[in-house]
């Protein structure tokens, strides 16, 4: 869906600049001194004195549902990043996030962790990405994180029911690098 309402976005976006280029003369002089509509369209219209309020009526109907969904969509983004929360408690969240990174990192098999705080004040969620050795247990590091530092953390921000998504990623081994052979000095 997204991908349809960008494409639609920038072909109104080619079309307005190309009117604006047309109008500005850049096309030549015969284009800027032609009516904008066709002859056909511009009989039609007189004809009917309803036309065009109408149409441009519809036209300001979906600029502002179009500004409504990128508004809404800026949103999401934001509150992805930034949680909605008060000052005291992003403060709490930063503190309480070293210390569940801490214990996480001490668990066996775990590579590297990142905890975020995400969300509206309304609906918060806490999101965990651990990076694992590919022979973790990881129903063990779950319930161990589960049970210990997540409750802990829970209680430092003061939401006991606070969502928590644990994502498992594989700490895959990196090619070794290939180093060359640095000539012998003379």
């Given at each position: 869906?997204?991908?349809?309402?960008?494409?639609?976005?920038?072909?109104?976006?080619?079309?307005?600049?190309?009117?604006?280029a047309a109008g500005l003369g850049a096309f030549g002089g015969a284009v800027v001194d032609r009516p904008p509509l066709d002859p056909a369209l511009a009989r039609f219209t007189g004809g009917h004195g309803w036309?065009?309020?109408?149409?441009?009526?519809?036209?300001?109907?979906?600029?502002?549902?179009?500004?409504?969904?990128?508004?809404?969509?800026?949103?999401?983004?934001?509150?992805?990043?930034?949680?909605?929360?008060?000052?005291?408690?992003?403060?709490?969240?930063?503190?309480?996030a070293d210390d569940l990174n801490r214990d996480a990192r001490a668990m066996p098999g775990v590579r590297?962790?990142?905890?975020?705080?995400?969300?509206?004040?309304?609906?918060?969620?806490?999101?965990?990405?651990?990076?694992?050795?590919?022979?973790?247990?990881?129903?063990?590091?779950?319930?161990?994180?589960?049970?210990?530092?997540?409750?802990?953390?829970?209680?430092?921000?003061?939401?006991?029911?606070?969502?928590?998504?644990?994502?498992?990623?594989?700490?895959?081994?990196?090619?070794?690098?290939?180093?060359?052979?640095?000539?012998?000095?003379?």
């Open positions: 869906m997204r991908v349809a309402i960008a494409a639609t976005g920038a072909v109104l976006f080619a079309c307005g600049a190309a009117a604006l036309f065009l309020p109408v149409a441009a009526g519809a036209a300001e109907i979906l600029a502002l549902a179009g500004q409504l969904w990128l508004v809404v969509q800026v949103r999401r983004v934001v509150h992805r990043w930034w949680p909605d929360v008060d000052p005291e408690t992003r403060i709490r969240a930063r503190a309480a590297d962790s990142r905890v975020r705080l995400t969300g509206t004040a309304d609906r918060p969620r806490l999101l965990v990405r651990l990076a694992c050795a590919g022979d973790t247990l990881i129903s063990e590091v779950y319930g161990e994180l589960g049970a210990g530092p997540v409750e802990r953390y829970r209680d430092a921000v003061g939401m006991p029911d606070l969502p928590v998504v644990i994502r498992f990623h594989p700490d895959l081994p990196r090619p070794p690098r290939r180093h060359r052979a640095q000539p012998e000095p003379a």
